[in-house]
């Protein structure tokens, strides 16, 4: 049972222009989100994080959105930069350090 | 300030044998969480450490085991090894529970 589900496995975007990354949770007892980029041979890095409290939060070209009804969350990146390129996981916690990932989505920045 | 450091960064074991995996947390910091990610997914809570205590354990059997050490270090454990526990090893530690969790590089495990 994917508590936190990232549906679309790969995404490519122009360098430039915007990425919007989406994620859906089922858990209503989540209450604070992460979005974590991975390079190949690294571990997770962290990069932009949203209370349940919150609809909007943002970080320089990040920019993390929260619609508690529709329990879904996505990651806008602007402009994307060929750096960007990586996976990027979504994680939910219900307030107890216990972090839940979801599959991850491999962004492509094409230039 | 050095990151979250693991060792080792690759292992190569064979079917029933056992595994310790080893991590040291960014200074400061006196909560270690362990993460299995098998290729394709995500990273899977295993256990959570905060004091030497555990605080935290997710759906793994009881072949997996760690500890926290009074420095904060931690040890993975996993006894009698299947082919199914390759997976890359993640170790994350941070502060407080208000804190984010840094991520080491992790320990690739190949099972053979």
């Known amino acids: 049972d994917q508590q936190v589900k990232q549906n679309s496995p790969s995404l490519s975007v122009q360098e430039g222009r915007i990425s919007i990354l989406n994620c859906d949770y089922t858990?209503?007892?989540?209450?604070?989100f992460l979005w974590y980029k991975k390079y190949p041979a690294e571990g997770p890095t962290f990069l932009i994080s949203?209370?349940?409290?919150?609809d909007k939060n943002e970080d320089g070209r990040f920019t993390v959105f929260l619609n508690k009804s529709a329990k879904h969350l996505s990651l806008h990146i602007v402009p994307s930069q060929p750096g960007d390129s990586a996976v990027y996981f979504c994680?939910?916690?219900?307030?107890?350090?216990?972090?839940?990932f979801g599959k991850g989505t491999r962004l492509h920045i094409l230039p | 300030d050095a990151g979250v450091t693991q060792s080792p960064t690759h292992l190569i074991k064979t079917r029933g044998q056992h595994v310790t995996l080893r991590c040291s947390p960014i200074?400061?910091?006196?909560?270690v969480s362990w993460y299995q990610q098998v290729l394709g997914q995500g990273p899977q809570f295993i256990f959570q450490?905060?004091?030497?205590?555990?605080?935290g354990r997710g759906n793994f059997p009881d072949r997996f085991s760690a500890r926290q050490f009074p420095n904060y270090s931690s040890e993975l454990n996993v006894n009698a090894l299947l082919l199914g526990d390759s997976a890359l090893y993640l170790c994350?530690?941070?502060?407080?529970?208000?804190?984010?969790?840094?991520f080491g590089p992790g320990t690739r495990l190949t099972v053979l």
């Open positions: 994680a939910a916690s219900a307030g107890d350090d216990k972090i839940i």
């Open positions: 858990n209503s007892m989540f209450d604070y």
């Open positions: 949203i209370s349940s409290i919150k």
């Open positions: 200074s400061g910091h006196k909560s």
């Open positions: 450490y905060y004091e030497k205590e555990e605080r």
């Open positions: 994350a530690s941070w502060r407080t529970s208000t804190d984010t969790q840094y």
